[in-house]
């Protein structure tokens, strides 16, 4: 039994040449998609495409927002 704190247990990252390395965390989390095609759609539903792209325009401002809030907030909290 230890006292005065935990034991903490860290697995050991070793490579080994039994098991093939796993290639998920080589490709990007977010892959970029490709432009939709526009041709087959009519009027209304672009209008309804452009109207959804605004949206979705508007919330990335907003967590741009919210992102620059906080990194302001924790630089002004580390510069005392």
């Known amino acids: 039994m230890s006292v005065g704190g935990p034991i903490w247990y860290v697995p ?9 390395m796993d290639t998920d965390d080589l490709e990007p989390r977010n892959k970029p998609q490709g432009m939709k095609n526009l041709d087959p759609m009519s ?5 309804d495409y452009i109207a959804d792209l605004q949206a979705e325009i508007v919330r990335a401002q907003e967590a741009i927002g919210r992102k620059q809030a906080v990194k ?6 580390f510069k005392r």
Not at 12 to 20: F, G, I, K, T, Y
Not at 43 to 47: F, H, N, Q, R, V
């Open 12 to 20: 050991s990252v070793v490579a080994r040449e039994d098991r093939p």
């Open 72 to 77: 302001a907030g924790a630089e002004a909290f």
């Open 43 to 47: 009027i209304e539903e672009l209008k």
